[in-house]
Structures are given as structure tokens and as C-alpha cells.
């Protein structure tokens, strides 16, 4: 049972940062207004109002012990698919934000490092990518980068949720633009069952744009899942997976990196850049290529700024070749730690 | 004049942020407790409770609308010298932590980031440094870094508050030990009376390692302060200035840029790395060295790797070569900002 104080300050929380809590002592006292001022990833403002027994309870057991902080103008949707919660807000400083399960997925104003990196550090590295799968994606920005790529045929896109596409393509077209390339194929649907039907050999690349791995996206760091995507590529294709902050997961880049140097036979690295409204204002890659035609992820075959604008006319904001060589370059302790001589080096 | 509930909300605020936040409305409510729970750079806990007729009155001018917060697990050390609010606290997942004025300067897990980089990106890019100067730094760890550098014979530091190296000599040794490198002179006082001072060709490089521009620090990125900076250095000397966030900044780093090409007739760059706890998670370090034998920034000369451990036995966790080079890589949308093909190419 809760006071009346706690009672207060339950009713005010975001439901989308309640998600991200984990357990609520009482689910009735949920509410569906979105507290004016302020959007967080982690609902720091219990601990300015009451006690509680248990503190951990609030963490996000992604990046415990810290909080970023948007301020809202105008929180512009608001829904809940079968998958996930959606939130929709225009925020100060940072354009428009989408946040699945109270987590920012993007902002307008630093899409760009993530889109661009994630599509072309893998693209740039094989010469005339044809067949490209993107798994999740589902704002449409990846799509939007793979677009520039004129050698591509093929662009697959699995996404399990239609209501993200739809919201996205409301609130994002300069993201959801991507759908309208005539080479996309859309699946909607989950990525497990998908890749499992696939036929073997048919990627040139396969690009995961997942969120984090708590909750429907688990299964995606999983051996399993990473040998079907193997068996989807052909001799010599690519995969580059979101791979989480090389300041907060090390354990768990460890992990994947583990997992994929067993799996893929080509070549294994960890690459990273600057998103800072993601936790620790970084975001990792995990870069991964099959047995077959040798591929040097380190040095880009296919540069992307001789094929100019893609049909968006958009130009590449973030991404040139020399920020795809310096995203390879580890700190120390992270070398240290992932004894990267074997990877990286 | 105020009512109860925003009374209520003023008290509770904790002094280093206000003093960041601008004027306030009521001298009076001031209250000396910290918040127990959570510390920010903001303070948006005001968001939450009461609407107030001026919302951009609580923005901290250098990064409006966002906040990062951290976990606080015990308060450490709050104090208040002729210069700035400081406060020490142990937090959940970053260690110790120092702000000065409410804003974070430093953090034990990510200080090795800026305090390797601001350090080593100067003093690796010229051939056996002798004599060298840092502006600010009182914190130690910069000397520290210095200390790795067997050609140094002298190590001037220049630091306006004696109370930041007390407070950290006993909150923060594996920083502060930087003081006890018998090649240390320390100078408490003003930087810009030290530097008109100081005889001309004298420093091999100069590390300035200020806080933000506002407020006592302002002086440290203007024209006639660079100016003393360039005659204090020798021939082919260098200077490296901590120089704020390329996704905040642009601006700022702009004009820093423009000032320092007028002023520095050798090569002028902007580098940047990653820290987390700093806004948008990136630093960014401005590289300037005077007409003379020429200094190519991008590709290190004097590798510290080769150099080993310093005396006190720490070795590299974030400098290394590759992070060195790579910190020079810069996005597409700041290259046509700062239309860096003059700079950094």
C-alpha cells in the first residue's frame, strides 16, 4: 500500500519511463498524462519526492545510476503497439524525439551519426553491395542511407512493429522517406521466424538496427540468431549490429564479440561514434564479415561520397571516410579489456 | 514574490545548481541541503512541481534544455572558495565525482578521457618537450599525464583556486599525485596576469584546462589572452585548449578557430573524443602551434606508448596512437560548419 505522497508522484510519472522501470507496486495508479517540462530515461524525480524502500527498483538495468534529460516543448503522439509503448515528442534542443519504452530511439538532431555509421561502415567496406537486409529500422533511416548506394538491387526490411512505421512516417518523414525507395521490400514481422525462412547466401549485407537487448530484442544477441544471419549472408557479406556503449557494456560487447568470432570466419571488430542522446553520448557497432572474399573493414573499398546525394538530395551529415577509419580506433581500456589485438588490430 | 509550493521547491534545490541557473528570484530560499537522490547539471526537478512564468530562466546557458544526472550516493565535500561552489560526491556508477558552479568536471571513471587527450594530443605532436605550462588544471590530473613524459624538465601550472587542489588532493589522489612530480612549480593566481608575465619563448607547449567561458573563465578564450599564449611559446610550440562540444558549440568553436588562425601562424585544428559526462557526452580540443619548425598534429611524433608507465604507475587507459589520429576525423555537417578543409585537411 502506498500513501497518499507516493500515490502523487506514481500518478504523474510518464507511463513510458514506467515501462523502463520494470515492476510497479500498483498498477492502478498508472496515468496517462505526460508530465510537462521534462522527458528522462530514468524517473530520477521519485527520488526528489518520497522514500522508497528499494531504490534499484527505479534503475534501467541498461545504465544504471544516470539519467539524460529533454526538455519537452509538446509531446506530439502517444500510443501503445502489441510490442512496445510509443512516445512522439518535440523536444528544446534536439528537434523531434522517438522513444520506444521510454528510451529515446532518435532525435532529429543526431540521427545522422547513428543512420549514417550503422549503414555505411558495413556498405563502404564491400565493393557493389546488392542484397541488403535491414532487421528493425523501422523509422525508415537506415533505408534512407542505404539509398545512396546505387549499386544496391535489393533492400529487405524486417520490422515487427507496423505501428512504429506508421507513427514514424507521421512524425519523421525525413527518416520514413526510406520506405519510398521503389528497392524496399517491406516484411513486417519477427526477425527470428524471417531469418530462419531465409534463403542461405542471399545478403550482400544485413544491417541489425535493434533496440536494446532487454525485452523483445533479446533474442537478437543471441548464438542462434547471429549463426541463421551467417548462413543468410554469402561468402564474403557483412553484418553490422548496434553494439551498445563502450563505456556502460563492456561484458556485454565481450559477449558478442565471443559469440561472432565462432560464428563469422571473415573477420570481427568493434567500431564506435558520437550520439549524445544515447547513454554515455556513444553508441558501439559490431562489424562482421563470412568466410570468403577477404573483407578490411578498417579501410572503406566503396567510398559513398563519389556516388553523391542519394534521390532524397539529402547530403551525408555525419559519415566520411575518415570517420569510418576512426571509428575503429579503441580507447586503451577498452582494447584492454576486449584483449582487441585479435580484433581490431 | 513567491507562494508556498514554489518556496517549497527553491529550498529544496541544491546550491551548486542555482548558482548555475542564473538569478533567483528570492536570495533567501537558498538552502544549503543537497537533494538526496540524484545530481544535475539542471535543475529540472522544478518542471515537475510548480509552473513558473519563465521556463528559460533555469537554463544553464552553455547546453539549454537538456540535463544529465547521476546517482548520488553519498555527499563527499560541499564548499564554497572566491571563485565557484565546489562539490564532491560518490556516485552510483561513475566514482567520485567534482563539479565546480554545479557542473561536472571531472568523473574517476571517465576522467582518463580528457585528461589523456587534453595532455598527450599536444605533447606527442613535438619532438622531446622541455618546458611546459597548464593553465587551470588544478585538479592534478593533467600533471599527471605530464609526468609520463621523461623530456620534461619543467611543468608550470597556473591555477586561480587553491581550494580545488586542496579539496582534491584529499577527495581525489589519483589526480592530484600529479603535484608530486618534483618537476611541478605551482603558481596560485590569475592565468591572464601570469601569462602578460611571463617571458616570450619560453614553453615548449601550453595545455590550457579551463572550465566553460562563462563566468571567471571568459577572459581564457579571448583575443589578447591567446596572444600572450602565442608569445609565451617558442618557435613551433604548441597549445592545446579544452574547446566544448561539436554538437553544442559550433559557435563557439567557430570563433575560437577564427581567433586562433588570425594569432597562430602554424597549423590551427579541432580535435574531439568521447567523455560521458560531459554535455553530449563529446570534448573537443583546439590545436594551435606557433610559426616555426611545423607541427603535423595528425600524426604523433613522440609516441608516449613507447615511453611505458609514468612514476606513479598508471598506465594508459583512453591515449593511445590511433585515438590520437582518429580524434581528428571529423563529421561531415561540423567540416562545412567550421568549413574545416583549411583546418583539419
Known amino acids: 500500500m502506498m500513501n497518499a505522497d507516493e500515490d502523487r508522484v506514481w500518478k504523474a510519472i510518464p507511463p513510458c519511463c514506467l515501462k523502463a522501470m520494470g515492476p510497479c507496486p500498483d498498477e492502478a495508479t498508472r496515468h496517462d498524462t505526460v508530465v510537462s517540462g ?32 529533454l526538455k519537452v516543448e509538446k509531446i506530439l503522439y502517444h500510443g501503445r503497439s502489441d510490442y512496445q509503448e510509443i512516445l512522439v515528442f518535440e523536444s528544446y534542443g534536439y528537434g523531434k524525439v522517438l522513444a520506444l519504452d521510454g528510451i529515446v530511439q532518435l532525435t532529429e538532431k543526431d540521427e545522422c551519426a547513428y543512420q549514417e555509421m550503422i549503414t555505411h561502415l558495413p556498405l563502404c567496406s564491400i565493393p557493389s553491395p546488392k542484397n ?40 519523421f518523414p525525413n527518416l520514413s522517406v526510406g520506405f519510398k525507395d521503389p528497392r524496399v521490400r517491406l516484411h513486417v514481422g519477427d526477425a527470428v521466424d524471417f531469418m530462419r525462412k531465409s534463403p542461405p547466401n542471399n545478403y550482400d549485407a544485413i544491417i541489425i538496427d535493434s533496440s536494446d537487448p532487454i525485452g523483445p530484442a533479446q533474442e537478437l544477441v543471441e548464438k542462434p540468431f547471429f549463426e541463421t544471419v551467417a548462413k543468410a549472408l554469402r561468402p564474403g557479406g557483412v553484418l553490422c549490429n548496434q553494439a551498445e556503449s563502450m563505456w556502460l557494456h563492456t561484458h556485454l560487447i565481450q559477449d558478442m564479440l565471443s559469440t561472432c568470432r565462432v560464428i563469422f570466419k571473415g573477420s570481427v571488430h568493434f567500431a564506435w561514434t558520437s550520439v549524445p542522446t544515447y547513454p554515455s553520448g556513444t553508441i558501439g557497432f559490431l562489424l562482421c564479415s563470412t568466410e570468403g572474399p577477404p573483407v578490411n573493414f578498417l579501410d572503406p573499398v566503396n567510398p559513398i561520397e563519389t556516388q553523391g546525394v542519394n534521390k532524397f ?16 580506433a579503441l580507447p586503451s581500456f577498452l582494447k584492454k579489456e576486449l584483449r582487441t589485438t585479435s580484433y581490431n588490430s
Open 313 to 328: 538530395r539529402r547530403e551525408l551529415r555525419f559519415y566520411n571516410s575518415e570517420i569510418h577509419r576512426a571509428a575503429f
Open 38 to 69: 521534462w522527458f528522462s530515461e530514468v524517473p530520477f524525480i521519485l527520488f526528489l519526492c518520497i522514500t522508497v524502500a528499494d531504490k534499484s527498483f527505479y534503475h534501467n538495468p541498461m545504465w544504471p545510476g544516470e539519467a539524460h534529460s
Open 132 to 171: 541488403v537486409l535491414v532487421i528493425g529500422g523501422g523509422d525508415g533511416g537506415v533505408l534512407r542511407e542505404i539509398s545512396r548506394h546505387l549499386s544496391v538491387e535489393v533492400i529487405d526490411i524486417c520490422e515487427i512493429d507496423q505501428l512504429v512505421i506508421d507513427v514514424c512516417n507521421d512524425f
